[in-house]
């Protein structure tokens, strides 16, 4: 045989006739096949549940139970099945051949069997049974990987990629100890264990540096001890010199080659998921540095800022009328830089409360009329001051919102404020709201539209980023810091609520979002909004 390495196979015989089958055991195995042998079919079954055979040669006519049942047998279990059978016969009508193929034999001989037929057969019996074999162990790998993938692509926690893969490796190879990690220097960082010994890592450095550096599947044999086996965790297309970690699995029996193929693609698919982790805790770390370098720099910021609005309003009060034209325009620009660092000042508060999870709302019913007027009194005069046109229309059985009412406030004063910025002197401004009913909740929904400059389409889906701001003309010269929207759309959705905007350059921007209604039973305890407020009022 050219392809196929006879020692890995072994063929049953299972005849009556203690000749033939003694003929056919010295025929076979001096081919260098494994050979085992049955008087009857009965017994043949038995050693087919037993031992691996790979082919079974078939007599018919059998005491006990003849080839017919055995087949018949074979072909209702799904395990037994898989072996290929060729059936040795005395019967040369077509019936029997027919009945046979039928019965899933393979193949069919006629006694007395020709030699070179004989082989022919068996050969490429054999070889359909080693591409089946191969085939299936490839599906079910496939089917497993894809299990791990499902488990690895649920986690971007380096702790839990670890164990999966570990369980994963240990459960697929029979191990009985193992442990994932990197080796670092001359130490073993550990990120998950399950019965293995510390000290294993010091006594197999020299494996371990084998492995990192040829980036091999290295097994050490063993003498009354558990065999052990060194993996490298990395991609095929890794170009590094260093693989990302490591897999040290032990076992009672020597590993084999079908181990360590499964192992090699377990780690190419778990250095995908390790190195998402690992950057994925390299972002988290870099984002609570960040955190604590705004909530320190907002917090030291606090103090010279309430000075310097002191002695400011102080300087007035002392200088009250004696003032110079000019002074005053100084004052004035002071007054608004303040004004400014402190409203950033509260931004970047808000922002590391809301990272870090330090944000308390006052959920309850908040009627919308009332926020709106808030927001259109804080923003009346820069209304003025552009010649904008702003008009409210809310139905008068708008339900109340369930919502923080500071941060509600604030929400709708952060898209407010951005539309009177953008949006040229004498624009238009609406803000409308209505009742929805979205995945079994109800909601209101609010909408501010405006007929400013737009958003242009390459800078929509970054809007919402902390201190993005676009460069289109009409923004780099408005006073800003890029962290309104970003705050908006976190106060939203923590209030269980949705914000989302559409806009096209030069027309205008609709910001939307939705957040939830108060309860129904608390509806019949609030009063009246007053219909005039909710009907289409007119501000400034």
């Not at 031992?51 to 003849?66: A, E, K, R, Y």
């Not at 803000?431 to 007929?451: C, H, L, R, W, Y």
Request: glycine share 4%; with cysteine; proline share 4%.
């Amino acid at each position: 045989m050219n392809q196929l390495d006879a020692s890995q196979f072994t063929i049953l015989i299972a005849d009556d006739n203690r000749s033939l089958r003694d003929l056919l055991t010295v025929s076979i195995e001096t081919r260098g096949f494994q050979v085992i042998t049955a008087e009857n079919g009965l017994e043949a079954l038995n050693l087919l549940r037993t031992q691996i055979v790979h082919l079974m040669l078939l007599d018919i006519m059998m005491p006990v139970m003849n080839g017919y049942e055995v087949l018949q047998y074979m072909q209702s279990d799904p395990e037994l099945s898989r072996t290929p059978v060729i059936v040795m016969s005395a019967l040369t009508d077509m019936d029997n051949l027919v009945r046979c193929v039928e019965l899933g034999a393979e193949d069919c001989l006629f006694k007395p069997i020709n030699t070179s037929l004989f082989w022919a057969r068996v050969n490429a019996a054999l070889e359909k049974k080693r591409l089946q074999d191969q085939e299936r162990i490839f599906t079910e790998e496939l089917a497993t990987l894809q299990q791990v993938d499902r488990a690895l692509n649920k986690t971007l926690d380096l702790e839990t990629v670890a164990n999966i893969t570990l369980n994963w490796a240990m459960q697929q190879t029979g191990s009985i100890r193992g442990a994932i990690g990197r080796w670092v220097d001359s130490r073993f960082e550990l990120w998950a264990n399950s019965g293995l010994e510390t000290a294993v890592f010091t006594q197999e450095a020299a494996c371990f540096a084998e492995t990192l550096h040829q980036k091999q599947i290295k097994t050490t044999p063993s003498d009354n001890k558990p065999h052990r086996l060194c993996a490298p965790i990395q991609r095929d297309d890794q170009t590094a010199e260093t693989p990302l970690g490591i897999i040290v699995l032990e076992c009672e029996w020597p590993f084999s080659q079908k181990d360590a193929h499964f192992l090699s693609r377990l780690c190419n698919h778990a250095a995908i998921a390790i190195n998402n982790a690992q950057l994925h805790a390299q972002i988290q770390a870099a984002n609570r540095s960040k955190t604590e370098f705004v909530a320190m720099v907002s917090h030291e910021l606090k103090s010279p800022l309430t000075v310097m609005r002191s002695y400011l309003e102080l300087f007035t009060i002392v200088n009250d009328g004696n003032l110079t034209e000019k002074q005053s325009s100084f004052i004035n620009t002071m007054e608004e830089s303040v004004t400014r660092m402190t409203t950033l000042i509260s931004e970047l508060d808000d922002i590391t409360r809301i990272e870090t999870n330090n944000i308390k709302l006052d959920l309850g019913p908040v009627l919308l009329p009332d926020v709106v007027s808030m927001v259109f009194n804080a923003l009346r005069n820069q209304f003025a001051a552009k010649q904008q046109t702003c008009t409210v229309t809310i139905p008068v059985d708008l339900p109340p919102l369930w919502a923080d009412h500071k941060r509600m406030v604030q929400i709708l004063h952060n898209i407010l404020s951005n539309a009177h910025k953008y949006v040229p002197a004498q624009g238009k401004i609406s803000v409308t709201a209505m009742p929805v009913f979205e995945d079994g909740q109800s909601f209101v929904k609010i909408a501010v539209q405006d007929n400013g400059i737009g958003i242009p389409e390459k800078d929509q889906r970054k809007i919402f980023t902390q201190f993005f701001r676009t460069d289109q003309d009409g923004v780099t010269a408005v006073a800003g810091t890029g962290l309104g929207l970003n705050i908006t759309k976190m106060l939203v959705e923590l209030q269980g609520g949705k914000i989302w905007f559409t806009s096209e350059l030069h027309k205008g921007s609709t910001f939307y979002f939705l957040l939830p209604s108060a309860p129904s039973t608390l509806n019949h305890q609030l009063p009246i909004i007053d219909k005039q407020a909710a009907n289409g009022a007119m501000l400034a």
